[in-house]
């Protein structure tokens, strides 16, 4: 078993006894498992539609009281969440790590970024929630009031288990609503020590559930269910789209965070070293499992070989272990993540890509251990240019002209990011403006965080995280109109 008994913060002797595991439980255990080595994690109670009904009836009946709540106590129990996860920084990486197997810095670093959404929403709660109308009416005055929604479902993936938990319930929690969080079975165990450090913070009974067990079952209950009146989903667009339909009959407001295929390009006037380094952060990090992960790379022609030469460099350079050892590269989460990896290598070379670098699972590290791998012309006719990677394969393209490569980056389904290295201002504000993405990050990878707000245009997604924007879905407009004529 990956000994997870260390935990001094969390006080837990045994994961497996993680509290709250039973809050709501429907019969039978899930199987934890270190992605790296196959070892039992933990066992956790799960839950079916009966327990995911029993935390919305918590939720509901906590729900009048909370939203009444003077702003300034919802702050306090959000900041002292926010000071209990940032103490237990350290059992929390390690909880992520053993069942997620992400290196144990970028565990650590995903703490801090969880961490940044409880406390930017903290202070969020204490902004006015009122807004003036200029009235039209002679003796009216008018007034919006944002007002929380109710019950919010929460439901995220396994590859942020923290932060995509906290990006959701600090904002729904700041706006005043009550909470169902729906974790994936991959990665309960962050969930779970999520929820205690929320118990020991002082949220009321009721005020945050977690709900662990068979996805359809829970989140079917929830989607069905009238009371519960916003739904914010972090995951495939495949489920996004499944879940949407299911949201229609009880018209909930809906977060739909989806998959992403960004275009990373670079001009022949970049800075070449830097788009080298931000490169391979925009695809190895979380060993590629990101959906700001760069699943396209293109490169003008005049530095395509230099670029391929140095990419494949530094990406032979990669090393592969165990989270816990704090390599740059873990594992994937499961057989499937690695069959996808060996079905697009194949493809793409089977219609005349060339392989530079890895293409295959790396035995000597483990079943779940995938090469990092690099692809050099690759066809668009190849499956990688269309679907998700969503592991360490980077397919590299040339490309001639602007315009060129605008509509190559634009064409594709998703919307999430696209990366732009170049050092010509006004070249830039062309590129900004046609890229059809939610997010255009320039001459740097990482640009994320909680004041930005998050999101994608077309299948990937719907509404925004993070900022002010995050309350939206949570909130609803009221319209008040006063009048003493
Ligand atoms: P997934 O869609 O399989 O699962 C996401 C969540 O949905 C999990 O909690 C899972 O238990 C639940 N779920 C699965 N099937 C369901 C069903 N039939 N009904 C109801 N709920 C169901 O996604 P994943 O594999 O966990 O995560 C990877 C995906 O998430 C990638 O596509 C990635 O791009 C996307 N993602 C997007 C963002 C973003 O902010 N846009 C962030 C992280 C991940």
Redesign the pocket.
């Known amino acids: 078993m990956t000994d997870l008994s260390n935990s001094p913060t969390l006080g837990l002797a045994d994961p497996a006894l993680m509290p709250n595991a039973g809050d709501f439980p429907g019969g039978g255990r899930l199987a934890v498992r270190d992605p790296a080595t196959g070892q039992l994690v933990a066992k956790v109670a799960m839950s079916e539609a009966d327990g995911a009904r029993a935390a919305v009836d918590a939720a509901h009946a906590a729900f009048a009281d909370w939203a009444l709540t003077l702003p300034q106590d919802r702050a306090a129990i959000l900041h002292r969440w926010h000071a209990l996860i940032v103490e237990a920084q350290e059992d929390l990486a390690r909880i992520m790590t053993a069942e997620q197997g992400k290196p144990i810095s970028e565990a650590r670093g995903e703490i801090d970024y969880a961490a940044s959404f409880v406390q930017f929403y903290a202070e969020e709660a204490l902004r006015p929630n009122i807004e003036g109308v200029t009235s039209h009416l002679p003796d009216a005055e008018m007034e919006l009031w944002r007002e929380p929604v109710g019950v919010a479902a929460l ?6 288990p923290c932060a ?1 938990i906290t990006r959701k319930a600090a904002a729904a929690l700041a706006a005043g609503c009550t909470v169902v969080i ?4 991959e990665t309960p165990l962050s969930a779970l020590a999520l929820a205690e450090l929320a118990r020991r913070a002082g949220f009321p009974e009721g005020v945050v559930n977690t709900v662990i067990g068979d ?2 079952a829970i ?2 209950e929830w989607t069905a269910d009238t009371r519960v009146r916003a739904l914010s ?7 996004g789209r ?2 949407y339909r299911q949201s229609a009959d009880t018209v909930k407001r809906l977060v739909l ?4 295929h960004a275009p990373f390009i670079v001009f022949d006037d970049a800075d070449l070293d830097r788009a080298v380094t931000e490169a391979v952060k925009a695809k190895f990090a979380t060993s590629g499992q990101d ?1 700001l992960g760069a699943n396209r790379f293109y490169i003008q022609r005049a530095v395509y070989d230099d670029f391929c030469a140095r990419f494949t460099k530094a990406v032979e350079a990669l090393t592969l272990g165990h989270g816990m050892d704090d390599p740059e590269i873990g594992p994937l989460i499961h057989e499937r993540a690695i069959e996808k990896q060996q079905a697009q290598v194949a493809d793409a070379v089977e219609k005349g890509a060339r392989l530079l670098a890895g293409g295959k699972v790396s035995e000597s590290h483990g079943p779940l251990f995938f090469a990092p791998t690099v692809l050099a012309d690759v066809p668009d006719s190849a499956a990688i240019m269309s679907e ?1 990677n ?1 592991g360490p394969v980077a397919p590299l393209i040339v490309f001639d002209d602007e315009a060129e490569v605008i509509a190559r980056a634009n064409n594709t389904e998703y919307g ?1 990011v696209a990366y732009v290295h170049s050092l010509d201002p006004r070249r830039i504000y062309r590129l900004t403006r046609a890229l059809q993405f939610g997010m255009v990050a320039v001459n740097r990878t990482k640009v994320t965080g909680a004041p930005i707000p ?1 999101g ?1 245009t077309k299948q ?2 719907l509404g925004r995280e993070g900022a002010r924007q995050g309350l939206e879905a949570f909130t609803d407009i009221k319209y008040v109109c006063r009048d003493w004529g």
Do not use: D, I, Q, Y
Request: charged share 10%; proline share 6%; aromatic share 14%.
């Open positions: 439901v995220t993936p396994w590859n942020f995509m729906h974790p994936s079975a996805a359809a989140v079917g989903f972090t995951g495939s667009t495949e489920v499944l879940l965070e989806l998959g992403g959906c998700e969503f999430l998050f994608g990937s997604g």
